[in-house]
């Protein structure tokens, strides 16, 4: 099963989010399992680094081990500018997950993604999904 992660996820991980880290923290073990079944969007690589400046290095490093970057250009961009999304950055994660075959984007941002033309699940409905409970 293919997943996109949103930076939400990967930020409740890096920062220690409570109540959010255990859930968060358990897809990106699940995704450390399953090799090149999850992803990140490349921006959301910048956006970690910015909030995490000057330490992001290492741990977006670890996070490459095991999460594939979508690979998106141009159509990708203009496609997620046809997406009925209020957020321009939301609509850029799905058409990364469009781009990444993702069958969920896995975000605790549920309400930004009702219309993604990828559903979105949150850490704790995916890990359901996935058995891990």
Known sequence: ???????????????????FLQAS???LKWAADEPGQAAV???S???????????????????????EVARVGTREARQATSFPMKDFEDALQAACALAFDALYIVTRNLAHFRKSPIPALSPAQFLQEVGRV
């Open 1 to 19: 099963m293919r997943i996109l992660v949103d930076c939400d996820v990967l930020l409740d991980v890096a920062l220690k989010r409570e109540p």
């Open 25 to 27: 923290l358990e897809v």
């Open 41 to 43: 969007a490349w921006h």
């Open 45 to 67: 690589l910048s956006n970690v680094a910015y909030i995490l400046k000057p330490d992001a290095t290492l741990f977006i490093r670890d996070l490459l081990e095991y999460l």
